[in-house]
């Protein structure tokens, strides 16, 4: 029978016993007794330490020394990446920038949640109502924000493509949910219509707006 699989730590400490021990450990009807009872033993131990070693990030000059490029920038564990992190750890990389993961987001959505700190500490900000607006559109998630809308210095317009939302409703409720909106101010809904100007310079021909395929398509031409 082959060896079972231990983790590292009860690798370590196994190969340190004396010859003899091992020795009497494979001929036991290869079945390794004194191995898998270290490996119950130093279960935890061994999760531990591979937790540690994830943590643990190597300086360039270590890279270096292990016969690969160092890649630029300070370097951190991958844990505490939002792109890279294990899909368990994203509440607590959520608590750490003061995010909020909403109910029912993918967990692509609650990556970007994250990275781009909807909440939290970007509370009130114009990046922070835009990143939070954005988790209720699809596709490229084209948001702008309108200072003073209709004239009002307590109102902000919140701008989208109408193919990209379901519901302007959501839009304005994931920046509600999300604590992104500064107190006192009142958020707007409405959709992005190009202007005639962008419209003729995009398609400056009437053959050019029928390949568009649909009045739509034209009207969330970006200038």
């Known amino acids: 029978m082959p060896e079972p699989t231990v983790s590292k730590t009860t690798r370590r400490l196994y190969d ?48 270096r020394e292990a016969g690969a490029e160092a890649p630029p920038g300070p370097q951190t564990s991958h844990l505490v990446d939002p792109a890279e992190a294990d899909a368990e750890w994203l509440p607590w990389l959520a608590q750490l920038v003061g995010a909020r993961l909403r109910g029912g987001l993918t967990e692509a959505d609650r990556r970007a949640s994250i990275a781009n700190a909807v909440g939290g500490w970007q509370a009130g900000t114009r990046a922070g109502i835009v990143a939070a607006a954005q988790q209720a559109l699809t596709g490229p998630r084209y948001v702008t924000l309108a200072n003073h809308h209709g004239g009002d210095p307590f109102a902000i317009g919140v701008t989208t493509l109408a193919p990209e939302t379901a519901s302007p409703a959501a839009v304005l409720a994931a920046v509600q949910e999300a604590n992104a909106k500064p107190a006192g101010i009142v958020l707007t809904h409405t959709y992005y219509a190009a202007s005639w100007a962008t419209i003729e310079a995009e398609y400056p021909t009437w053959a050019d707006r029928e390949a568009a395929g649909s009045w739509g398509n034209i009207e969330a031409t970006q200038p």
Not at 42 to 57: K, S
């Open 16 to 63: 340190r016993l004396p010859e003899m021990y091992r020795t009497v450990d494979r001929d036991a009807r290869g079945d390794f007794p004194l191995l898998r009872y270290l490996s119950v033993a130093t279960g935890q131990a061994g999760a531990a330490e591979a937790l540690l070693d994830r943590m643990d990030c190597l300086t360039p000059d270590e890279v």
